[in-house]
């Protein structure tokens, strides 16, 4: 999957937002560069390519530890998770594991 980022003045810290998600890079870098001209030259873009589901483990982890008490971040995700579907409509079946 490729994400492409728009970044205002090209500093991400500034302010930066999600442009799309697309399945080739064909499609990522012509949202990029139609993004770009549309902002007048304010945001410039940056196309990331990622996995689906990918992420750092090593958070998560970490989280679950010294974040929140035994147990509880498999709650928290849950239920933020099973509001979101609820609120959407989506009739997405809870994944079995976190």
């Not at 995700?77 to 809870?94: D, M, S, W």
């Amino acid at each position: 999957m490729y994400v492409v980022i728009a970044n205002r003045w090209n500093d991400p810290e500034r302010h930066s937002y999600l442009v799309g998600v697309f399945d080739n890079a064909y499609s990522a870098y012509r949202a990029a560069v139609t993004e770009e001209y549309w902002r007048s030259g304010k945001y410039t873009c940056e196309v990331r390519e990622k996995e689906v589901n990918e992420y750092d483990s090593l958070k998560e982890n970490w989280c679950k530890k010294s974040c929140l008490p035994d147990g509880e971040y498999d709650r928290v995700v849950e239920a933020r998770a099973e509001e979101h579907l609820r609120l959407h409509g989506n009739p997405e079946i809870r994944a079995q594991n976190y």
